[in-house]
Structures are given as structure tokens and as C-alpha cells.
């Protein structure tokens, strides 16, 4: 079966930094991608992982160990507009169908 | 480049009407794309893949009878709501991989449409 996990919600400090986790059991494997989807918007790409290691560009790194099923999603130097849902995704093998995780609601204090 | 546009943005519509939400590629071919329906607070679910030129494919669940999929050409999608209910009403958002692009592989999304069924 399909199963993408990760936290409901989180709450951190503006300038701070942030781990969002998502562990994944999916049936084929072509790709990880975090997407950040503000409310009532679409959601837009942030990063894209397909060996593990880690992938950094600019204040957004992503991880991933295809052995443990395990991505995080680092973000740096945390501003307000940072406060949205950010949504792990599986690519599966043939096809290139995507499927979401249920996402992770990220609020930014001052 | 790789601008997905989705028409309209949000409608209103009378139990049982039929409800005509339209896709489109403005910069790019795209021969697959996908709908996905997202619920308050919840995640994007994918209901079919759009293959141009034949039929789609429905995830589990999703009635192909109710939710009619048609990829008529490169750059065009169209997904018919048909005999609405208000337990349709939902936030729906299409999507695209272009082919002759360069790119990573990610979807690129349409502005997504707000279906409320009274």
C-alpha cells in the first residue's frame, strides 16, 4: 500500500530553524518532493530527491535515505510568509503518478 | 515557462447540475495530467491520470461515471462534474509534467477550483 507520513502541525519562532519530517511505505519509488501550499492557493515545488543525501538551495534543504524511508525538509532563517502547509510527495515508478502526504501545517511566531 | 492555467476559479452550482472545470498547458505539451481533489485541511488526493488521446485512469474509489476526464489535446484537460452533490464541494486542482522541458520531474499546478454544490 500507499502510506506517506508526517507531522500535523508545528509551531516555530521567526529566524529560527525548522525539521519537518516524513517517513514513507509506498509499493514503487521514482522521486521525493516537498511542496509548500499556502491556504485556498496551488501548492509550488520546493525540492526534489531522488539519491539519498542532502539537497540545499538557499534557506530550503531537503534529506533523504531511501533505505530508512526518510526525508526532512530544513528550513533556515524562518520568515512570517514561511507559515503555510508543506506536503511531502512520493513519485511512483511508470507513470510518474505523485501521491501526497497529508502535510504539515507550519506556524511562524514573531 | 511551465505556467498551468485552470478555469474557473471557483463555482457555485445548483444540487445536480454538472460542472465543467478546464486545464491548460499555456507554455509547454503535456501528453499526461493529473486531478486531484483536496478537502479542507487535508491533502491533495489524486483521482485520475489524463493520458491525451485515450482514456484516464481512476484511482480506487473515484467513479469514472461521475467524474468524466477528457484530454482532448497537448495542452488540454477537462474534468466534468456530473450530477453534483454538495459532498462534491471541494477545492480541485489539476496538474502537469512537461515533457520538453527540463526540469527534476515536479508537477506543476493550476490555480485549482473551488466547487461549492448548495
Known amino acids: 500500500g500507499q502510506n506517506i507520513d508526517q507531522p500535523t502541525e508545528m509551531t516555530a519562532t521567526e529566524g529560527a530553524i525548522v525539521q519537518i519530517n516524513c517517513t514513507y511505505q509506498t509499493s514503487g519509488f521514482n522521486g521525493l518532493f516537498w511542496y509548500q501550499q499556502h491556504a485556498g492557493e496551488a501548492p509550488t515545488f520546493l525540492s526534489y530527491n531522488v539519491l539519498d543525501g542532502l539537497e540545499e538551495k538557499g534557506r530550503f534543504s531537503s534529506f533523504l535515505s531511501r533505505s530508512k524511508g526518510y526525508s526532512y525538509l530544513l528550513l533556515k532563517e524562518l520568515q512570517m510568509k514561511d507559515s503555510a502547509s508543506y506536503l511531502c510527495a512520493v513519485r511512483d515508478t511508470g507513470g510518474f503518478k505523485t501521491i501526497f502526504g497529508a502535510g504539515t501545517r507550519l506556524f511562524v511566531k514573531a | 515557462g511551465a505556467v498551468v492555467s485552470q478555469h474557473p476559479s471557483w463555482v457555485i452550482c445548483k444540487s445536480g447540475t454538472s460542472v465543467k472545470i478546464e486545464c491548460r498547458s499555456l507554455d509547454f505539451q503535456a501528453t499526461t495530467m493529473f486531478w486531484y481533489r483536496q478537502f479542507p485541511k487535508q491533502s491533495l488526493m489524486l483521482m485520475a491520470t489524463s493520458n491525451e488521446g485515450s482514456k484516464a485512469t481512476y484511482e480506487q474509489g473515484v467513479e469514472k461515471d461521475k467524474f468524466l476526464i477528457n484530454h482532448a489535446s497537448l495542452t488540454l484537460s477537462t474534468l466534468t462534474v456530473t450530477s453534483a452533490h454538495p459532498e462534491d464541494s471541494s477545492f480541485y486542482i489539476c496538474?502537469?509534467?512537461?515533457?520538453?522541458?527540463?526540469?527534476?520531474?515536479?508537477?506543476?499546478f493550476g490555480e485549482g477550483s473551488r466547487l461549492t454544490v448548495l
Open positions: 496538474s502537469a509534467r512537461p515533457l520538453d522541458l527540463p526540469n527534476t520531474g515536479e508537477l506543476f
